[in-house]
């Protein structure tokens, strides 16, 4: 049996969007008979029980060191540790793989060394060039929204673009932690906009949730708020306009050619939100550590309000990302030959 082993971190200050990815390339492997485990850091707001409710082995891990790793890591027959983690780089990777295995390297920053077979970046924008010098000269490259990590649902995205109406549904999701309560400004920026029916979604762990909360209660019926939600590509398909982080849920958004309104929340957002503004399917706003940055929403708003405008921001999103990414990398780690052994 082929097998990956996961080595990735989530929580309220990581956010979620490291170990969702991995489960979701890990359940493509699981599909094609692939053994999976896990290796992550208890940490708070985690979230580790979706590993193991998707039948998968975890290793809780006490801290970062590579031997600490390692420790779990048994078999040395056709095996794949797959790194996605901000933290660790070529050092990890060399001194936490077993002889015999393989590394892949998931990223979206190219600011730090590899030492991987397989390195992947699905953030549009980003070239193939911007890893020279960063990972071996042998080391296969995935590049771009073709290899998104998007849940299956996604790959349905709408077939036919929709017979925009009326701006009446607003998607307001920021993130499963949002840290910096970027969504309590939206909904402030939104408090007039009575006509519109805001629904809010957050992650059980974040930590203004109560706050938010609040905010959509005041709304009455224009607010709803959905915590933890399971089918985002579904409740993305009911929407008329997103307003979010640039991060990942930017490529979702794409793919089911909903348009939005896009902020970045950290420096690692800044290539994904400018490479999908350029594409026309989503509208930079700006930086949510900027003063005032969320004065820009109701003007944004109303310049996306025609729907003329967002059918023409729907249409380049289906073009840019079909979300069948995960089986592309799948198919790409189950062929024999995909890199070499460390």
């Known amino acids: 049996m082929r097998r990956a082993a996961f080595r990735c971190d989530a929580g309220a200050a990581l956010g979620g969007g490291h170990l969702m990815r991995c489960l979701t390339l890990a359940q493509a492997l699981s599909a094609r008979g692939w053994g999976i485990e896990f290796l992550c850091r208890e940490q708070p707001g985690a979230g580790l029980d979706r590993v193991t409710a998707a039948g998968f082995d975890l290793h809780r891990l006490s801290d970062d060191r590579p031997q600490t790793a390692r420790a779990c890591l048994k078999g040395d027959e056709a095996v794949w540790?797959?790194?996605?983690?901000?933290?660790?780089?070529?050092?990890?990777?060399?001194?936490?793989?077993?002889?015999?295995?393989?590394?892949?390297?998931?990223?979206?920053?190219?600011?730090?060394?590899?030492?991987?077979?397989?390195?992947?970046?699905?953030?549009?924008?980003?070239?193939?060039?911007?890893?020279?010098?960063?990972?071996?000269?042998?080391?296969?490259?995935?590049?771009?929204?073709?290899?998104?990590?998007?849940?299956?649902?996604?790959?349905?995205?709408?077939?036919?673009?929709?017979?925009?109406?009326?701006l009446r549904q607003v998607l307001v999701a920021m993130g499963a932690a949002d840290p910096a309560n970027a969504t309590g400004a939206v909904l402030d920026a939104l408090a007039a906009r009575g006509d519109l029916m805001v629904t809010v979604v957050l992650g059980s762990g974040a930590p203004h949730l109560v706050t938010v909360a609040g905010q959509v209660e005041a709304r009455g019926e224009a607010g709803r708020l959905l915590v933890q939600h399971g089918d985002m590509a579904g409740l993305m398909a009911q929407q008329d306009l997103a307003i979010g982080a640039g991060g990942m849920t930017g490529l979702e958004r794409a793919a089911i050619g909903l348009p939005a309104l896009i902020v970045t929340l950290a420096d690692n957002q800044s290539l994904a939100a400018s490479a999908l503004h350029a594409s026309g399917a989503a509208r930079l706003i700006g930086d949510v550590r900027a003063p005032q940055w969320s004065e820009a929403i109701l003007p944004a708003l109303d310049a996306v309000a025609p729907p003329e405008n967002r059918i023409n921001m729907a249409r380049p999103g289906l073009d840019l990302v079909d979300g069948r990414g995960a089986g592309r990398v799948a198919e790409t780690l189950d062929a024999p030959s995909t890199g070499d052994s460390h």
């Not at 933290?87 to 990890?92: K, P, S, V």
């Not at 600011?111 to 924008?125: E, I, M, S």
């Not at 890893?131 to 349905?156: E, H, N, Q, S, T």
């Open 81 to 166: 540790l797959i790194v996605d983690h901000y933290g660790l780089d070529a050092a990890f990777q060399r001194a936490a793989c077993p002889p015999g295995w393989r590394v892949m390297a998931i990223d979206d920053l190219a600011d730090r060394k590899h030492d991987c077979a397989l390195l992947l970046d699905q953030a549009p924008g980003r070239a193939a060039g911007d890893y020279d010098g960063r990972v071996p000269d042998g080391a296969a490259r995935l590049i771009g929204p073709d290899y998104a990590l998007l849940r299956p649902g996604f790959a349905v995205g709408r077939p036919v673009l929709p017979e925009a109406g009326p």
